[in-house]
Antibody
């Protein structure tokens, strides 16, 4: 069956970096884009952007340009999200989701940024 | 950016009652390919979101037929014919017609 399995929770200090992964299984990885969505504690969902899993080209929403990088390990059917120079406001759960209509979602990764 | 306005913010319903959630977009969601990329997702407490409906009215596999979606252009509705206990959570509409993709602010469904 189709699954998106994300890496575990992270606790980081401001200024540090974090890399979280989203491993896909049950389908051909390069057939569907991967989208990333942020959910701050107690808040709604915010689209961060997507990566073309065939070409590797990322597209970022305006609020996520600069410190955020989407990448792939296509041979491992894995999409990654790296956040550098972490800030307190990056504390959130980050979801990966398959395709523009997001038919499958990962379980989410809680990233906590605290000094 | 396309603004997605959802109402009501919350619903408190008894099991068996109908539910209706409205979602209005600030621009038409009809894509140049003729499709309308409006989806409804449910986030149960402590869980990741799950898609229920896509392309306005198409139910995902395994979604009970008490759920239905309708609408066009800028106005969309999610209906639950008879609420059940497992339906509690936050419902979001979201659009993938225009970049950036945008979500509604959510409607919290509570069971009385």
């Amino acid at each position: 069956q189709i699954q998106l399995v994300q890496s575990g929770p992270e606790l980081k200090k401001p200024g540090e970096s974090v890399k979280i992964s989203c491993k896909a299984s049950g389908y051909t990885f390069t057939d569907y884009a991967m989208h990333w969505v942020k959910q701050a504690p107690g808040k709604g969902l915010k689209w961060m952007g997507w990566i073309n899993t065939y070409t590797g080209k990322p597209t970022y929403a305006d609020d996520f340009k600069g410190r955020f990088v989407f990448s792939l390990e296509a041979s491992a059917s894995t999409a990654n999200l790296q956040i550098s120079n972490l800030k307190n406001e990056d504390t959130a759960t980050y979801f990966c989701a398959r395709g523009a209509t997001t038919d499958y979602w990962g379980q989410g990764v809680m990233v906590t940024v605290s000094s | 950016d396309v603004v997605m306005t959802q109402t009501p913010v919350s619903l408190s319903l008894a099991i068996g009652q109908p539910a209706s959630i409205s979602c209005k977009s600030s621009q038409s969601l009809v894509h140049s390919d003729g499709k309308t990329y409006l989806s409804w997702i449910l986030q149960r407490p402590g869980q990741s979101p799950k898609r229920l409906i896509y392309l306005v009215s198409k139910l995902d596999s395994g979604v009970p037929d008490r759920f239905s979606g309708s609408g066009s252009e800028t106005e969309f509705t999610l209906k639950i014919s008879r609420v059940e206990a497992e339906d509690l959570g936050v419902y979001y509409c979201w659009q993938a017609t225009h970049f950036p993709l945008t979500f509604g602010s959510g409607t919290k469904l509570e069971i009385k």
